[in-house]
Nanobody, 119 residues
Framework: QVPLVESGGGSVQPGGSLILACAAD?????ISWFRQAPGKEREPVAL????????LYANSVKGRFTISRDNAKNELYLQMNNLNPEDTAMYYC???????????????WGQGTQVNVSS
């Protein structure tokens, strides 16, 4: 079983919305989202601790993106609203340990799902 599997990427116009999903192995207790645009470094987006529900967001997405979980399904979601072209990137679901929003703490990466925002 693959530990993390993303889905839900696609193309949307500026101002639109997308929701990404991440199916996680039940042994994982912290999920983060990262993204990487062409020619840029991978950057953190959001994090959720699955037991406490604690969330954390990068300043660039705060107020527009919402991370949530469905523990019964072992699924995590990233609701992305008011998207703009700067949000265009490959989005990765990740399992960090400890539960911090930094790539150096990520043990497991998903395969990624592409998000394109353009008119």
């Amino acid at each position: 079983q693959v530990p993390l599997v993303e889905s839900g990427g696609g193309s949307v116009q500026p101002g639109g919305s997308l929701i990404l999903a991440c199916a996680a192995d039940k042994s994982i207790d912290c999920i983060s989202w990262f993204r990487q645009a062409p020619g840029k470094e991978r950057e953190p987006v959001a994090l959720i601790a699955l037991i406490t529900g604690r969330t954390l967001y990068a300043n660039s997405v705060k107020g527009r993106f919402t991370i949530s979980r469905d523990n019964a399904k072992n699924e995590l979601y990233l609701q992305m609203n008011n998207l703009n072209p700067e949000d265009t990137a490959m989005y990765y679901c990740a399992a960090p340990s400890p539960c911090l929003l930094k790539s150096e703490y990520v043990d497991i990466w998903g395969q990624g799902t592409q998000v394109n925002v353009s008119s």
